[in-house]
């Protein structure tokens, strides 16, 4: 899980326009950047605004067998639907993380972690609710290990560092993702 | 060399840039839709042309007359666009000229789901167009192998003056992957003109007569001729397939592209559990790399099972003729656009794995 030659499955659900893509895209660009093999992949289909949207992202030090499997290691939940769709296809022994600005009800497993993060409101503290994708990313970062906060923010700056004031607020979203994570222990 | 973080289809359109095409005329058509996007802004920056055609079948003429005026060309689509194009595809391969043709599958028959699966390959393999031509049809399981396979595809196309056709489901043009692209290769103008030129005007030299519109049999009947052997030169200088996990399998698993890979995962799995199982990937189509089915021993291997996002399966029938009823064919598919898992794979290997064992007993 804490990347090495083992592969990580990380599957990240909620509502079109929550960032879902660019989460994926941004775990791959910066697994490729530390040498890592990664396979991003959007589910895509006829969408609709406001309608579901999820990626998978692979991620390992060996070749990437299988796009698609019934089971991941991870699942980032943004939202309530997603958290309920894929909370049952996280492996034993691996982990769910909830934005917990608007997921309520947390299901009951005892053989995964599970951790929760504020990502909604930590975003409007930091000063804009657009950064609650990169809140998310520190907080998986900071739990899983499998990525350091400068591997993701040289992807942040190549890939959405056009503004300076945006990559400072992403910046900061980053750093606070990751503290709001540190203390917690998992249930289990 | 640089890895950048590519999606399938915009690797494959930087690859064609590279590779020397400066001609693309498409149509829009999910899941291919990134390479025309890509390719419109990519083209004129090298001198190239892009156009986005009012149908695809003018979009294929116009591939058609740009390879005729020497330049190499390419075009895209998905089936059911493929399928507009089957025309003007075997005019190219009548009047010998290349361009690059790339299908990224979505399932059907008719306009079908968007979503990925490997429904085409008879049309690929067996019939893109009438009159019994063939291409080399290319199927890369990565983004890295869609480039690598589409630069290949322009150097056959030049080399054969035929068309050639890359096929990737819909995954492999939707997902990103770390890729090294091919340095920018210097294009040279080409002056096109087939053997039906020459036989339109046999003592001419330098008439660049483009056309596949042949009166007379005998001239028709030789360039026929010199086509069959072209594509038995291809079955044997051309094919590429990989073997995976095979040296001491006793079950094979036969798939191309993202089926392989799948494969790959699920074959992982079982031989960590002892079970002697390995993976036969065609990576050119046609030509199929029957060489590979027919080495094995009947006796050592108790069934092939062909794996496809196809209902029914299509590859079968190459897999079959390969064999030769010497060795049990079975098969583990999907389609809709459901995506094939590894753990559809492995659940299907075990099945037939305990079926085998009820069999001895």
């Given at each position: 899980?804490?990347?090495?030659?083992?592969?990580?499955?990380?599957?990240v659900?909620?509502?079109?326009?929550q960032?879902?893509?660019?989460?994926?895209?941004?775990?791959?660009?910066?697994?490729?950047?530390?040498g890592k093999n990664s396979?991003f992949?959007?589910?895509y289909?006829?969408?609709?605004?406001?309608?579901?949207?999820?990626c998978?992202v692979?991620?390992?030090g060996?070749e990437?067998?299988?796009?698609?499997?019934?089971?991941?290691d991870?699942?980032?939940?943004?939202?309530?639907?997603?958290?309920d769709a894929?909370?049952?296809?996280v492996?034993?022994?691996g982990?769910?993380?909830?934005?917990?600005?608007?997921c309520?009800?947390?299901?009951?497993?005892?053989?995964?972690a599970i951790?929760?993060?504020?990502?909604d409101?930590?975003?409007?503290?930091?000063?804009?609710?657009?950064?609650?994708?990169?809140?998310?990313?520190?907080?998986?970062?900071?739990k899983?290990?499998?990525?350091?906060?400068e591997?993701?923010?040289?992807?942040?700056?190549?890939k959405?560092?056009?503004?300076?004031?945006?990559?400072?607020?992403?910046?900061?979203?980053?750093?606070?993702?990751?503290?709001?994570?540190?203390s917690?222990?998992?249930?289990? | 060399?640089?890895?950048?973080?590519?999606?399938g289809n915009?690797?494959?359109?930087?690859?064609?840039v590279?590779a020397g095409?400066?001609?693309?005329?498409?149509?829009?058509?999910t899941p291919q839709?990134?390479?025309?996007?890509?390719l419109s802004?990519?083209?004129?920056?090298?001198?190239?042309?892009?156009?986005?055609?009012?149908?695809?079948?003018?979009?294929?003429n116009?591939v058609y007359?740009?390879?005729?005026?020497?330049?190499?060309?390419?075009t895209?689509?998905s089936?059911?666009?493929?399928s507009?194009?089957?025309?003007?595809?075997?005019?190219?391969?009548?009047?010998?000229?290349?361009?690059?043709?790339?299908?990224?599958?979505r399932?059907g028959?008719?306009?079908?789901?968007?979503?990925?699966?490997?429904?085409?390959?008879?049309?690929?393999?067996?019939?893109?167009?009438?009159?019994g031509?063939?291409m080399i049809?290319?199927a890369?399981?990565s983004?890295q192998?869609?480039?690598?396979?589409?630069v290949?595809?322009?150097?056959?196309?030049?080399?054969?003056?035929?068309?050639?056709?890359?096929?990737?489901?819909?995954?492999?043009?939707a997902m990103?992957e770390?890729v090294?692209l091919?340095?920018?290769?210097?294009?040279?103008?080409?002056?096109?003109?087939?053997?039906?030129?020459?036989?339109?005007?046999?003592?001419?030299?330098d008439?660049?007569?483009v056309?596949?519109?042949?009166?007379?049999?005998?001239?028709?009947?030789v360039?026929?001729?010199?086509?069959a052997?072209?594509?038995?030169r291809?079955?044997?200088e051309?094919?590429?397939?990989?073997?995976?996990?095979m040296?001491d399998a006793?079950?094979?698993?036969?798939?191309?592209?993202t089926?392989?890979?799948?494969?790959?995962?699920?074959?992982?799995?079982?031989?960590n559990?002892?079970?002697?199982?390995?993976?036969i990937r065609?990576?050119?189509?046609?030509?199929?790399p029957s060489?590979?089915f027919a080495?094995?021993?009947?006796h050592k291997?108790k069934?092939?099972?062909?794996?496809?996002?196809?209902?029914p399966?299509q590859?079968?029938d190459?897999?079959?003729?390969?064999v030769?009823?010497?060795?049990r064919?079975?098969?583990?598919?999907?389609?809709?656009?459901?995506?094939?898992?590894?753990?559809?794979?492995?659940?299907?290997?075990?099945?037939?794995?305990?079926?085998c064992?009820?069999?001895?007993?």
């Amino acid at each position: 899980m804490s990347g090495g030659t083992s592969e990580s499955k990380i599957m990240v659900g909620g509502f079109g326009g929550q960032g879902v893509m660019i989460i994926g895209q941004l775990l791959g660009y910066a697994s490729c950047e530390a040498g890592k093999n990664s396979l991003f992949l959007p589910k895509y289909g006829p969408e609709q605004r406001g309608g579901t949207a999820n990626c998978t992202v692979t991620i390992s030090g060996e070749e990437i067998g299988a796009p698609s499997s019934r089971k991941v290691d991870v699942l980032i939940a943004l939202n309530q639907p997603s958290l309920d769709a894929f909370a049952p296809a996280v492996k034993a022994g691996g982990m769910l993380l909830i934005n917990t600005s608007l997921c309520k009800n947390i299901p009951s497993r005892s053989d995964i972690a599970i951790y929760g993060v504020d990502s909604d409101d930590i975003a409007r503290e930091t000063g804009s609710p657009k950064v609650a994708n990169i809140v998310v990313i520190g907080a998986y970062i900071e739990k899983s290990k499998i990525l350091t906060e400068e591997q993701i923010f040289n992807a942040i700056t190549k890939k959405l560092g056009r503004k300076a004031e945006l990559l400072a607020l992403n910046r900061t979203a980053l750093k606070k993702g990751m503290e709001s994570v540190r203390s917690l222990n998992s249930p289990n | 060399m640089e890895k950048l973080f590519m999606k399938g289809n915009e690797a494959i359109a930087e690859a064609a840039v590279r590779a020397g095409c400066r001609f693309f005329a498409g149509y829009p058509i999910t899941p291919q839709n990134e390479i025309p996007e890509y390719l419109s802004r990519r083209l004129p920056e090298v001198g190239g042309a892009f156009v986005q055609a009012e149908s695809e079948i003018s979009a294929i003429n116009m591939v058609y007359g740009s390879a005729a005026t020497g330049t190499l060309a390419m075009t895209s689509s998905s089936g059911p666009g493929i399928s507009l194009k089957s025309e003007g595809i075997s005019s190219l391969a009548g009047a010998q000229l290349p361009a690059v043709i790339v299908n990224v599958m979505r399932d059907g028959p008719g306009t079908g789901a968007i979503q990925a699966a490997q429904a085409d390959y008879l049309q690929a393999t067996r019939a893109s167009g009438h009159g019994g031509f063939r291409m080399i049809v290319f199927a890369p399981a990565s983004v890295q192998e869609a480039v690598d396979l589409t630069v290949k595809a322009f150097e056959c196309a030049a080399r054969d003056s035929n068309p050639s056709l890359v096929l990737l489901d819909g995954c492999i043009g939707a997902m990103m992957e770390p890729v090294i692209l091919p340095p920018l290769k210097k294009t040279e103008r080409l002056r096109y003109a087939g053997a039906g030129a020459k036989c339109l005007n046999p003592s001419g030299k330098d008439v660049m007569v483009v056309t596949s519109t042949l009166v007379r049999p005998d001239f028709q009947e030789v360039l026929n001729k010199q086509a069959a052997e072209m594509y038995d030169r291809w079955g044997r200088e051309d094919v590429m397939a990989e073997e995976y996990q095979m040296e001491d399998a006793e079950y094979v698993v036969a798939a191309y592209g993202t089926s392989a890979r799948t494969a790959k995962t699920a074959i992982r799995e079982l031989r960590n559990e002892g079970v002697r199982v390995g993976l036969i990937r065609p990576i050119t189509l046609y030509p199929f790399p029957s060489g590979a089915f027919a080495r094995l021993d009947p006796h050592k291997v108790k069934f092939i099972m062909n794996t496809e996002m196809s209902i029914p399966a299509q590859m079968i029938d190459d897999v079959r003729l390969a064999v030769s009823n010497r060795i049990r064919v079975e098969t583990c598919c999907c389609s809709g656009g459901i995506m094939m898992t590894n753990e559809d794979v492995s659940e299907a290997l075990k099945n037939l794995l305990s079926q085998c064992k009820e069999g001895v007993e």
